[in-house]
Structures are given as C-alpha cells and as structure tokens.
C-alpha cells in the first residue's frame, strides 16, 4: 500500500510537469499571459501535492504542518489565494470583457478569513470552516464562467465547447469536494492535540487537479506542436495558392471574387467589419464555398489542425458556432 501511495505521488508530480513545461515554453515563445498564468497554477498544485506528500511520510513534518493550519494557517491559505488567483486570471483571459473585479474582493476576503479561522475553538468545526469559503469561491467563479462565456467570444487555444466543460466539471467538483471534506473531518479525523491524527489530502481535489491536467495539455499539446513547426496564425501561405478555382454564387450572394481566398469588396467589408486577418480572410471565402477542412488546408498548402484553429478563430470573431451560422451572417450582412 505505501508503495502504492508513493507510485501515486510520483505520478501526480509528473502529470503537472507536463502542463507547466508547455505553458512556460509557450510563455517565453509568445509572451501572451494566459500561458504565464497557466504556469503559476501547476506550479501551486505541484508546491501542494509535496506538501501533502511530506505530510504522510515525515511524522515531524505532520505535525508541523497540523499545528500550522490550527494556529497559523498563512502558508495553505497564499496557497489558495495563488490557486485561484491563477483561476481568475486565465478566465479572465480567455473569456473576453468577463468582470472579475468582484472576485478580486471575495478571494481576498476569503484569504483574510481564513486566516483568522485560528481566534475559533480547535475541533472538526474549526477546520472545515476553514475549508469551505474557498470550495464556495471556486462553486460561483464557475458559474460565472459559464454565464460570461455565452455572453462573449473565448480566447485560443480554448474552444467554446471546451471551456464549457472545463467550467460545467470545476463547478461539479466544488461541492463533490466540500462532501469529501465534511465526511473526512467530522468522522475520521482526530484534533485532539495529543492524539491528533488528519487526513489532508483531499482525492476529489487531486481528482479535480487531474482533470484539468488532461485538458492543459490536450489544448496546450496543440500550441506547442505548431510554435515548433513555425506556423502562426497569421503567416502567409508557403506558396502561392495553385490554380485559380471559381467560386460558385452563394443564395443571395453579390459573388465572391473568382480567385479562392482572394475577396471582392463586398467580403472585404464583411472582413473588415469583424477584423479578419488575411489568412482568415482567406479561409472564410473557402467556408462559404462550402470547403471541407481537408480541402481547405489542402488547398492553402496548411496543416489541418492550422486549418481548425482558424475556422475556430473565424467563428469566435462571428460569434457563430456552424456553417450555417455563419452563411446567414454573411447573407444577413448583404441585406443591410
């Protein structure tokens, strides 16, 4: 069993390396915070795991760290004012216009109550108010999310299906894991001081932490793969696109430009309208031309996974989520 429990450990901490590498790769190749912050949240889950690793393998080190949390709790809760600090900043990176000053007070609100939780009597009650407002916190930060992220575009690399599910699933965990903690705390652990026996780690948290690892370095992976490769979103074709396919009339259309990818002044104005880059500018006359993925990044001499990151990018500027949204916005823009 201890073998057992030091396999999982080991794991643990190699799972959130993986994350907090590309991220902090990804950070110095691109500079965009998002990726910074991404970095700052693995590495508090990483400092936590050993903690807690430290706590079921050195006794004096136990004890320590339970005196610590009944008296003087400053070393768990900067822990969790950095995790959910890392939480509020790569939401309010990736969901656009999201106001998250409001959360900016709570957590610290939170922080200074729990750090005042030492002025209540020692015992299960003690501890597990002192638990509670953060799971609380993290419970209305993901509804807020999930409000916030109907109402505005996402950010790359997340996809809106994405970050639904990421904030559905945190939102779940947060009272799966204020349940853990109530059973824990008030029928197995002991807080007498001289027989003081607790349980700190917390598997529906861990459980929470690997969740979100997967998902970093699925949409992280992607990011990585093509800064390696040098494809960028913006970046030219590496040749010119070959032939010179007409494009058929769309119902309603004024017509396309007769070049694929090149627009006429009406997809100009549509283009400018929504802030199109060229390549998407480019993508976009594919799409109404009713282009699958694999032609299209056949036909642009791209990667298909290049090919997707801009259709997704196209239809977060539109604020559209299929095809066919995306036609009637375009027929819509004739009419006016």
């Not at 080991?10 to 991404?38: D, E, M, N, R």
């Amino acid at each position: 069993m201890d073998f057992l429990m030091f396999l999982y450990n080991i794991l643990l901490l190699l799972l959130y390396s993986v994350p907090l590498t590309l991220s902090a790769v990804l950070y110095i190749q691109k500079k965009k915070p998002g990726y910074l912050y991404t970095s700052i949240l693995f590495i508090s889950f990483m400092v936590d795991h050993i903690l807690l690793y430290m706590t079921e393998y050195i006794p004096w080190f136990f004890d320590l760290y339970n005196h610590m949390l009944l008296s003087v709790p400053t070393v768990k809760t900067l822990l969790y004012g950095v995790t959910l600090g890392s939480f509020i900043l790569i939401f309010s990176t990736l969901i656009k216009n999201a106001r998250v000053t409001f959360f900016w007070i709570g957590l610290a609100l939170v922080m200074l109550f729990q750090l005042y939780t030492p002025l209540i009597a020692d015992g299960s009650l003690k501890v597990w108010i002192y638990y509670f407002p953060a799971q609380l916190f993290l419970f209305f930060l993901g509804l807020y999310g999930i409000y916030a992220a109907k109402k505005t575009s996402v950010s790359e690399p997340v996809g809106p299906d994405h970050l639904d599910r990421i904030l559905v699933f945190c939102t779940a965990m947060a009272p799966a894991i204020t349940l853990e903690d109530t059973v824990v705390i008030f029928h197995f652990d002991n807080y007498a001081p001289l027989e003081m026996d607790i349980l700190n780690r917390s598997y529906t948290q861990d459980f929470l932490n690997i969740v979100l690892s997967f998902y970093a370095v699925k949409l992280l992976f992607h990011q990585f793969a093509q800064a390696v490769s040098g494809e960028t979103h913006d970046s030219p074709p590496a040749e010119p696109v070959p032939g010179a396919d007409i494009v058929p009339d769309i119902p309603g259309d004024a017509g396309l430009s007769e070049t694929a990818g090149i627009p006429d002044s009406r997809q100009s104005l549509f283009s400018r309208e929504y802030q199109l880059t060229a390549r998407e500018q480019e993508i976009l006359a594919l799409l109404l031309d009713n282009k699958s993925n694999q032609e299209i990044s056949d036909k642009l001499m791209i990667s298909l996974g290049t090919t997707k990151t801009h259709t997704h990018n196209i239809f977060q500027k539109l604020g559209v989520r299929k095809r066919g949204q995306l036609l009637e916005l375009y027929q819509d823009f004739d009419k006016n």
